[in-house]
Nanobody
Framework: QVQLVESGGGLVQAGGSLRLSCDASGTIFWINTMGWYRQAPGKQRELVATITNDGNTNYADSVKGRFTVSRDIARNTVGLQMNSLKPEDTAVYYC??????????WGQGTQVTVSS
């Protein structure tokens, strides 16, 4: 069992920046990948960015060059630096951890709203 606490969402104008952070606690030893997903109203949840224990990253095409995912393994945190935000980035952002045996856990979500 793992507990995920997200922070950093909010309202920003287009072109602005926000940083999300997620703190993991509990059973963390077997976590392989941490990352972020998002869900906009009326749409399915989609991958934003993930990072493995080895530091390998994966980004959605729509955020490449604008978002950066980072991880502090010692502190069990994952961050998402979001620059050049666009109105279409508006969504609820969810922290995700993926265990080596395939189990996924999710945070409660944090709202990001980008105004035009």
């Amino acid at each position: 069992q793992v507990q995920l606490v997200e922070s950093g969402g909010g309202l920003v104008q287009a072109g602005g920046s926000l940083r999300l952070s997620c703190d993991a606690s509990g059973t963390i030893f077997w976590i392989n990948t941490m990352g972020w997903y998002r869900q906009a109203p009326g749409k399915q949840r989609e991958l934003v960015a993930t990072i493995t224990n080895d530091g390998n990253t994966n980004y959605a095409d729509s955020v490449k060059g604008r978002f950066t995912v980072s991880r502090d393994i010692a502190r069990n945190t994952v961050g998402l630096q979001m620059n050049s935000l666009k109105p279409e980035d508006t969504a609820v952002y969810y922290c995700n951890v993926h265990y080596t045996w395939g189990k996924d856990y999710w945070g409660q979500g944090t709202q990001v709203t980008v105004s035009s």
